[in-house]
C-alpha cells in the first residue's frame, strides 16, 4: 500500500537550513506528484512545494528562492531542502500524495489538503534562536 513518512525535521536558528526527505512506498515516483504542505499551531495547512510525475516542480511565493525540491527515483524518496529559514516557517511538515494528481496542480488554496488521499505523519520544524 501507499505509506510516506517523512523525516529531517528539527530546531534549528534562522538562517539556518534543514533538509525534509519524504520517503515513499507502494508506487513510483513517475507515478505522482508529491506536495510538501505545513501547518503552523493555529493556521491552515497550506502548501508549500510540488514535483511532478514528470518532475516539474512549483513552489509558493514565500519559499521561492529558499526551498529546493528535488527527488531521488532509485530511492523513492522526495526531499525538500530548506535554507534561509525564518521563525515564520516553524511549522509541522507533511507530504502527501494522490493517484489521481500527477502534476502540480493543486498545492495551493485553503481546499488543496483534501484533494490528497495519502499523507506522511509529519515532521517538525523549529526555527528559533
Known amino acids: 500500500q501507499v505509506q510516506l513518512v517523512e523525516s529531517g525535521g528539527g530546531l534549528v536558528q534562522p538562517g539556518g537550513s534543514l533538509r525534509l526527505s519524504c520517503a515513499t512506498s507502494g508506487f513510483t515516483l513517475d507515478d505522482y506528484a508529491i506536495v510538501w504542505f505545513r501547518q503552523a499551531p493555529g493556521k491552515e495547512r497550506e502548501g508549500v512545494s510540488c514535483?511532478?510525475?514528470?518532475?516539474?516542480?512549483y513552489y509558493v511565493d514565500f519559499v521561492k528562492g529558499r526551498f529546493t525540491i528535488s527527488r531521488d527515483k532509485i530511492k523513492n524518496t522526495v526531499y525538500l531542502q530548506m535554507n534561509s529559514l525564518k521563525p515564520e516557517d516553524t511549522a509541522v511538515y507533511y507530504c502527501?500524495?494522490?493517484?489521481?494528481?500527477?502534476?502540480?496542480?493543486?498545492?495551493?488554496?485553503?481546499?488543496?489538503?483534501?484533494?490528497?488521499?495519502?499523507w506522511g505523519q509529519g515532521t517538525q520544524v523549529t526555527v528559533s534562536s
Open positions: 514535483i511532478s510525475w514528470i518532475g516539474s516542480t
Open positions: 502527501a500524495t494522490d493517484h489521481r494528481i500527477p502534476d502540480c496542480t493543486v498545492v495551493t488554496g485553503k481546499r488543496a489538503p483534501l484533494a490528497y488521499t495519502y
